[in-house]
């Protein structure tokens, strides 16, 4: 038996017991050699099945003896091993995280009415499995449906829930993301007047951090600030004369401050907050925003005398994050470029200062990850190898998986998540980052319907929650698991909405690889929107018939409406041409459609949003469809000026506006218009307008009359 659990990745199914299931509550006995706080919180959740009268916790007769103990000779940390042997389940792990995901492990089983456990060992892949996390308060950046997240942020019954979610799905980093986070924590003795509250709020909000950074450390969670530079409170801006643009509240500046005393406030405030929050972990930076005109090596002069100072000047050492530059060049954005990765993996090698080895991060194809799991770019471009080759000694590469593309519809994919990690995780990456830049997931604003059990926002993303992070530390978690969560939630229907939501969620999938975004308002896959410039300003519409006749997609498989006319008669192989990605796009579509059409949703209306997404997702990908094979016959129009090929686009943009029609039958009645970031962000020149299919189906049929005026 002992070779047996030697494999890294190990899943027993029931090895000594069949499974039987109790008639009434489960008398079980626990031993417990253990009494770190991620234990006892496994066991306090434990004892919810005692009060739900599943289980019942006794010293005396029991139908099942738990013995919990530390192995951290042959487990490894976070990773856990249970073995049941008639009614005595024997749970090792190889750190106190990982006996507390076995002890979880084994309530979840319990949970389900077992009385017979199943044996089972896991141990994590990914040692960094990290939420990305935008706060709502000084943050990067600001319209109504960020702000709104405010109350719901500060409430820390919000993070309770929050934080148990990531323990449910086995994250466990928590990266808190604003412009300037200090002063909001902390008032330094040397500059007092930086500090944006009152003594009586900033006892306030200390205590709301440290009730955080507690609970998340209590729950095997890391906690890391994240600022953008150089950023300072208006206060400070204000009382040095400092740092305009922070009293002006723009974001993208010309210039970054770079005072001696702007130099002194960072390091001053860095070393305050962790000497403040001896429970969080770590701070990280990123070089872009608020340094602007700063070439890249005075970027990065500017952080190793200023924050790297202050977290040397710090009475303990804290874990590091390093978001690398992006370019050479002078502004926010740019090109990548091999020079700047030199001169950056240059500094990160001599960097040792640490609590452990740092983390650096990249985005994955740029602010919209959810596309294909091919890495085509990162922020900037194309990137190199410089960062791994040679194999770096003090730091690990982690993936950024921004999602600007889903806010509403309900999504999980498994398929592509294993994909993903199988064809981007190699020695030098270590993990990745699951978040939004314009989207918090905190207060719930866009469930409209009354009965609806979700009180936040990011419960009703809970499958997209829990593919993630289940997958990043066990990519070999089957989907037989997945579909378990689903009955459990919805009885007999388990099964069936887990195919049709992982056909679904191909769609954004499809439109991401397709359109080949890059920063965050330059694709909203679920509006099917991007942004332009019209009459000189920033506006998002409809993604056009032009637009993607013309473009190149981000999926190398891909082949171009350009590079189809070229060679129809002879499509590569190896290529997937318009018309077959339509056609088997549109095929799935229907199959996930079929999968749910005879659900009955009057009862619950949990049910109802799960089977209105799958419908929305489904319609939305036949529009695609339609309107790709439209682009098609519009491009061909174009050179052949042929009114038989501008006919065949008619028809087929016909064909796709019906289905935004039904897109918007199958949206109206669950979700209201609610504010997005895309429409309303920073510049208030431009109108707050509400986000809803029904207010985008305009564009698509003037798109249509359009397209047959060309007749």
Request: charged share 25%; with cysteine.
């Amino acid at each position: 038996m002992r070779n047996i659990f030697q494999s890294k990745l190990y899943l027993l199914p029931a090895l000594f017991l069949l499974m039987s299931f109790a008639k009434g509550p489960v008398a079980i006995r626990l031993n417990v050699n253990n009494t770190s706080p991620q234990v006892e919180y496994a066991l306090e959740k434990m004892k919810e099945l005692q009060q739900s009268k599943i289980v019942v916790i006794s010293d005396k007769n029991s139908d099942l003896t738990i013995n919990a103990s530390l192995d951290s000779v042959s487990l490894k940390p976070e990773a856990y091993r249970i073995v049941s042997k008639n009614n005595l389940v024997t749970i090792k792990g190889g750190d106190a995280v990982g006996l507390m995901y076995g002890l979880l492990e084994v309530k979840d089983q319990l949970k389900t009415g077992k009385v017979s456990i199943e044996s089972k060992e896991e141990s994590p892949n990914l040692m960094f499995r990290a939420i990305k996390f935008n706060l709502p308060w000084d943050s990067y950046r600001r319209s109504p449906a960020l702000q709104l997240h405010y109350e719901t942020c500060r409430d820390t019954k919000f993070w309770e829930s929050f934080l148990d979610m990531m323990v449910e799905n086995r994250f466990n980093k928590l990266t808190l993301w604003n412009l300037h986070p200090f002063s909001y924590m902390v008032k330094t003795a040397k500059y007092p007047e930086g500090c944006s509250l009152s003594d009586k709020e900033l006892a306030e909000w200390q205590v709301f951090w440290k009730e955080l950074f507690r609970m998340a450390k209590n729950r095997g969670i890391e906690t890391y600030l994240i600022n953008w530079n150089i950023f300072v409170s208006p206060e400070f801006a204000k009382a040095h004369n400092v740092c305009d643009y922070c009293l002006e509240g723009k974001h993208f500046v010309p210039q970054g401050d770079t005072s001696a005393i702007t130099k002194d406030f960072y390091r001053e405030s860095i070393k305050a907050v962790i000497d403040t929050y001896p429970d969080l972990t770590g701070l990280g930076i990123t070089l872009g925003e608020g340094m602007g005109n700063m070439t890249a090596e005075v970027r990065q002069q500017w952080i190793l005398d200023n924050y790297i100072q202050g977290m040397r000047m710090a009475s303990r050492k804290a874990k590091f994050i390093y978001r690398v530059p992006l370019s050479a060049g002078t502004g926010s954005g740019g090109a990548t470029s091999v020079e700047t990765e030199q001169l950056t993996r240059s500094a990160l090698d001599t960097l040792s200062c640490f609590d452990g080895p740092i983390n650096i991060e990249l985005k994955f194809n740029w602010s919209h990850a959810f596309s294909t799991p091919s890495l085509v770019k990162v922020h900037g471009g194309k990137l190199n190898d410089v960062y791994w080759n040679p194999m770096p000694k003090n730091y690990y590469l982690a993936w950024m998986m921004r999602n600007e593309d889903f806010f509403m519809l309900r999504w999980g994919q498994t398929d592509f998540i294993r994909k993903h990690i199988a064809t981007n995780v190699h020695p030098h990456v270590n993990g990745y980052y699951v978040g939004s830049e314009t989207y918090i997931p905190a207060k719930d604003y866009i469930t409209s319907l009354p009965g609806a059990s979700y009180r936040y926002a990011f419960e009703r993303q809970w499958m997209y929650y829990k593919t993630m992070g289940r997958l990043l530390y066990n990519p070999t978690t089957p989907d037989e698991f997945f579909k378990n969560e689903f009955e459990q939630r919805f009885p007999k229907y388990g099964a069936k909405l887990f195919e049709a939501q992982a056909k679904a969620s191909k769609v954004p999938l499809v439109i991401g690889s397709w359109q080949n975004a890059t920063w965050d308002f330059s694709l909203y896959s679920e509006g099917f929107l991007q942004s332009m410039m019209v009459d000189k300003k920033k506006v998002q519409k409809l993604i056009s018939l032009n637009d993607m006749a013309e473009k190149t997609p981000m999926e190398p498989a891909y082949l171009s409406i350009a590079d189809f006319l070229a060679n129809e008669n002879n499509v590569p192989k190896d290529k997937i041409s318009p018309f077959h990605l339509a056609d088997s796009l549109e095929l799935i579509c229907n199959k996930a459609i079929k999968e749910v059409i005879k659900i009955n949703t009057t009862t619950r209306a949990d049910l109802l949003y799960e089977v209105s997404d799958i419908k929305a997702w489904a319609n939305l990908g036949i529009y695609f469809s339609n309107k790709l094979r439209a682009a098609v016959e519009y491009k061909r129009f174009k050179t052949s000026n042929n009114k038989e090929d501008l006919d065949k686009a008619i028809g087929w943009l016909t064909k796709a506006t019906a289905s935004w029609h039904t897109l918007v039958e199958v949206t109206k009645p669950v979700y209201k218009p609610v504010p997005l970031t895309h429409f309303c962000e920073n510049d208030k020149e431009f109108p707050e307008v509400d986000f809803h299919w029904s207010i985008v189906e305009k564009q698509v049929k003037d798109e249509l009359e359009w397209l047959k005026s060309l007749k």
